[in-house]
């Protein structure tokens, strides 16, 4: 599950946590936008629910320098050791320039850059190097992780897939449907033992299909005129599809873009339905070949209502295991 929850207090989160815990969830994975931090929710999860794994999904290449960033990673692998996993990632234009007031320059470099860079210090070693993007002068950890956490890397399209499946842990993937994992999975080749597939799934479970796809029709045209997913998306061979919406939003049509969206565009990318549907549509990205997927719950006119106590309900419907898991 992604985290934090949209509307419940990060102080509140404890009982979230045992919630998706006993629901049979096995992982919590936070994001890093305009909301909370990407390692905060990660910290409070370690320190409440000892058996949930841990992972970010992305932390920014640019906003943070490359020392801060491996600081971070370790003080959480040190705090939950064997149970974190750092992704890293481009991030975007306007999350990097826009609202961090940083350049960004060559993103592919940098990541690749971080990347070299954080597997060296999570590792320990004194990294003293002149990488095309940065250079480093004679930095170590002072707290090196006992168990040096997995780094996956944020990829869409060949290059950055081809990066991770080199040089990386493992990959996450994100607004894609099921039927996309393939092509995408194309591009790692043979993946290596322990090689995970973390992938990023965005659930609206309620049956009313009018409100889901109207949320969901806002969401991609959000995301999916950024130039990068624009460009996955054309790889994935969407041009006839959505290339309406990409005409009115260049146009400046924001609503144009939004009624441009098909219906199954929706509703392959953003689940809807019962909770029991949208867990056997989860379930189809897995038998693609995602080893982790993890969902993003999306506000529901049932939340709405219900609160606390209908995310209490919710919550087992959208798992897939027992209390008693071990």
Do not use: K
């Not at 890093?32 to 794994?53: C, I, K, N």
């Not at 990829?155 to 995408?184: F, H, K, Q, S």
């Not at 299909?209 to 999916?224: D, E, M, N, P, V």
């Amino acid at each position: 599950m992604t985290v934090p929850l949209s509307g419940i207090p990060l102080a509140d989160h404890a009982a979230i946590y045992a919630a998706l815990d006993r629901a049979g969830f096995t992982d919590v994975w936070s994001s890093e936008v305009a909301g909370t931090d990407a390692f905060t929710p990660l910290a409070l999860a370690a320190a409440w629910q000892p058996r949930l794994r841990l992972g970010t999904a992305i932390t920014p290449v640019f906003t943070r320098g490359p020392g801060l960033l491996a600081m971070s990673a370790a003080a959480l692998a040190e705090a939950a050791p064997g149970r974190f996993s750092l992704g890293i990632g481009a991030s975007s234009p306007v999350l990097v320039r826009d609202w961090n007031a940083l350049r960004f320059d060559e993103p592919f470099r940098r990541t690749r850059d971080v990347l070299r860079f954080l597997r060296a210090a999570l590792r320990g070693e004194t990294v003293d190097e002149v990488y095309d993007t940065f250079t480093i002068r004679r930095f170590a950890l002072e707290r090196p992780p006992a168990v040096p956490p997995p780094v996956l890397l944020a990829a869409l399209r060949p290059g950055m897939l081809r990066l991770a499946a080199a040089e990386a842990d493992g990959v996450i993937l994100n607004w894609l449907a099921a039927d996309d994992v393939p092509t995408v999975l194309a591009e790692l080749g043979d993946r290596r033992p322990g090689f995970e597939v973390a992938t990023r799934i965005f659930v609206c479970p309620t049956e009313d299909a009018g409100y889901a796809r109207t949320l969901g029709r806002r969401l991609i045209t959000g995301y999916l005129t950024v130039p990068a997913y624009a460009a996955f998306h054309r790889w994935l061979g969407r041009e006839a599809t959505l290339g309406p919406m990409w005409t009115a939003w260049a146009a400046g049509d924001r609503r144009g873009a939004a009624a441009a969206v098909p219906d199954e565009v929706v509703d392959a990318m953003v689940l809807h339905g019962s909770p029991e549907h949208c867990a056997a549509q989860v379930r189809r990205y897995a038998d693609a070949g995602v080893d982790v997927p993890v969902l993003a719950l999306l506000p529901t006119p049932e939340l709405a209502a219900g609160g606390a106590a209908a995310l209490a309900t919710l919550i087992p419907r959208l798992g897939v295991a027992d209390a008693d898991r071990s």
